[in-house]
Antibody
Framework: QLQLQESGPGLVKSSETLSLTCTVS??????????WGWIRQPPGKGLEWIGS???????NYNPSLKSRVTISVDTSKNQFSLKLRFVTAADTAVYYC????????????????WGHGTLVTVSS | DIQMTQSPSSLSASMGDRVTITCRPS??????LNWYQQKPGKAPKLLIY???SLQSGVPSRFSGSGSGTDFTLTISSLQPEDFATYYC?????????FGQGTKVEIK
């Protein structure tokens, strides 16, 4: 059964860089049917899609964050990572990683499974 | 970006009630619509994908319908474990976007 686990610092100082890693177990990140994504949720609020990556490195980013975000993949470690630069208090959130699945030949995609999430707090 | 509008934002219902949640995207998205359930302190869980396909392991009391700009999630008979927040999400284009959520509470 595929599992995803987020890891990284729970506290980041304002103006610095938030760095998280998602480790995939129970399956290979190098699959032609999946993108791998990051989603965040500020405390008490809704879900915001940050971006996603294909195993060969193709990325999609949310335009609202694009200037500050980099998502990368390390197939040798079966991991993908998120870097968010110049963080502020508004970036305080639970950060989730998830697989974006597509069952070819259907064009539809969905997010499943998700990691448990990790709370990142930006301090001043 | 495609804006996703859910209604209602919250509802109170009793065990056994039929519950309907609506999701309307700001533009047509064919059937590129997914539904998730989130309980406090937990990650979202996929319920319905491609508008009406039930994810494996999800009880059959959950169903989805719709296409284009009008979608519905229905819980046919509300159970204690169904009290949660529900989100719709479009996968028609990037950035992927979510509805604001519908909180289902106990009446």
């Amino acid at each position: 059964q595929l599992q995803l686990q987020e890891s990284g610092p729970g506290l980041v100082k304002s103006s610095e860089t938030l760095s998280l890693t998602c480790t995939v177990s129970g399956g290979s990140i190098s699959s032609s049917s999946y993108y791998w994504g990051w989603i965040r949720q500020p405390p008490g609020k809704g879900l915001e899609w940050i971006g996603s990556i294909f195993w060969i490195g193709n990325t999609n980013y949310n335009p609202s964050l694009k200037s500050r975000v980099t998502i990368s993949v390390d197939t040798s470690k079966n991991q993908f990572s998120l870097k968010l630069r110049f963080v502020t208090a508004a970036d305080t959130a639970v950060y989730y990683c998830a697989r974006e699945e597509q069952q070819l030949p259907s064009p539809y995609t969905w997010l499943d499974p998700w990691g448990h999430g990790t709370l990142v707090t930006v301090s001043s | 970006d495609i804006q996703m509008t859910q209604s209602p934002s919250s509802l109170s219902a009793s065990m056994g009630d039929r519950v309907t949640i609506t999701c309307r995207p700001s533009q047509t998205i064919s059937r590129y619509l997914n539904w998730y359930q989130q309980k406090p302190g937990k990650a979202p869980k996929l319920l319905i994908y491609a508008a009406s396909s039930l994810q494996s392991g999800v009880p059959s009391r959950f169903s989805g319908s719709g296409s284009g700009t009008d979608f519905t999630l229905t819980i046919s008979s509300l159970q204690p474990e169904d009290f949660a927040t529900y989100y719709c999400q479009q996968s028609y284009s990037t950035p992927r976007t979510f509805g604001q959520g519908t909180k289902v509470e106990i009446k």
